[in-house]
């Protein structure tokens, strides 16, 4: 089944403690990217990756890092978590032709930071 | 000025009623335009995209785009209680960027 996968789904933490959410594909996609969603601020983007070792920052990067080693894989890092990225989060990919393809995104990681 | 705009909502149709969801973008340059569903807790969902000014139609659901007046609808058709759901309307940019407005959320009545 053509998917994005994501771990955890839910994730409770403290502040400070370094986390990482990772995030699978398996429809062979050059495109993925990190969306967080917030109560009336909608998906805004994070990271994405137009390919292997290609990333780039989005509209709110600050505090999160990103790699690319593989292209099926795209792990969100926080390195200090603080409760200002308490959120739910979401992967998603798409065919090289991003952003003008549809995006297909993970079931979501629910992160709390206490 | 929010580069995709929608109403908030809710939208709130009877069932069988046509559900007309509207969306608005400031960068004239847009050339791909999305509708995701998003029930509460999970994640959005492809619905329908359309590149070109017109309709495009797929079963009970007709998307419109307007590049003159800068708008994007989507319309549902004989609107079910399961299409109760937000609504997200996206558009990629001249930048190649693409962006998310904040939704509409549809209420489909018995």
């Known amino acids: 089944e053509a998917q994005v996968t994501q771990n955890p789904r839910y994730l409770i933490t403290v502040t400070g403690k370094k986390l990482t959410v990772t995030c699978s594909q398996n429809m062979n996609h050059e495109y993925m990217s990190w969306y967080r969603q917030d109560p009336g601020l909608g998906l805004r983007q994070i990271y994405y990756?137009?390919?292997?070792?290609?990333?780039d920052k989005g509209d709110v990067p600050e505090g999160y890092k990103v790699s690319r080693k593989e292209k099926r894989n795209f792990p969100l890092i926080l390195e200090s978590p603080s409760p200002n990225q308490t959120s739910l989060y979401f992967c998603?990919?798409?065919?090289?032709?991003?952003?003008?393809?549809?995006?297909?995104f993970g079931n979501g990681t629910r992160l709390t930071v206490t | 000025q929010k580069e995709v705009e929608q109403n908030s909502g809710p939208l709130s149709v009877p069932e069988g009623a046509i559900a007309s969801l509207n969306c608005t973008y400031s960068d004239r340059g847009s050339q791909s335009f999305f509708w995701y569903r998003q029930y509460s807790g999970k994640s959005p969902e492809l619905i329908m995209f359309?590149?070109?000014?017109g309709d495009k139609e797929d079963g009970r659901f007709t998307a419109q785009l307007n590049k003159a007046s800068q708008y994007v609808s989507l319309l549902i058709r004989d609107s079910q209680p399961s299409d109760s759901a937000t609504y997200l309307c996206?558009?990629?940019?001249?930048?190649?960027?693409?962006?998310f407005g904040t939704g509409t959320r549809l209420q489909v009545t018995l």
């Open positions: 998603a990919s798409s065919t090289g032709t991003a952003p003008n393809s549809p995006l297909h």
């Open positions: 996206a558009a990629t940019g001249t930048a190649s960027k693409l962006t």
């Open positions: 359309i590149y070109s000014n």
């Open positions: 990756s137009m390919n292997v070792e290609v990333t």
